[in-house]
């Protein structure tokens, strides 16, 4: 059963930089045909994908985030990382990170992990 946990800090303080990192277990970050993703969901909101890394270590980002996110990961640690800069309250949500079937036009998360709160307060 593949695993996986987001770390990182509950509150951010606006203009702050959020950094999130993923824990794989049970499987390898670099196994083919997979992406890494991020996904928040905004209180009261439906689900927004962030952006992913994939396999072989290319990132891509949503058009509306992409001027201020980064993925990255860490191969020996089994690791990835979501870096959101310039937050803002309406970056408050919960943060999911989920594996991504690489697929042609559609996008399926076979696994995530239980998503961590972030809230952007002074």
């Known amino acids: 059963q593949v695993q996986l946990q987001e770390s990182g800090p509950g509150l951010v303080k606006p203009s702050q930089t959020l950094s999130l990192t993923c824990t794989i277990s049970?499987?390898?970050?670099?196994?083919?045909?997979?992406?890494w993703s991020w996904i928040r969901q905004p209180p009261g909101k439906g689900l927004e994908w962030i952006g992913y890394?994939?396999?072989?270590?290319?990132?891509y980002y949503s058009p509306s985030l992409k001027s201020r996110t980064s993925i990255s990961r860490d191969t020996s640690k089994n690791q990835f990382t979501l870096q959101l800069s310039s937050m803002t309250p309406e970056d408050t949500a919960v943060y999911y990170c989920?594996?991504?079937?690489?697929?042609?036009?559609?996008?399926?998360?076979?696994?995530w992990g239980q998503g961590t709160q972030v809230t952007v307060s002074s």
């Open positions: 890394i994939s396999y072989s270590g290319y990132s």
């Open positions: 049970s499987d390898s970050i670099t196994t083919n045909n997979y992406y």
């Open positions: 989920a594996r991504e079937q690489v697929r042609v036009g559609v996008r399926v998360y076979d696994y």
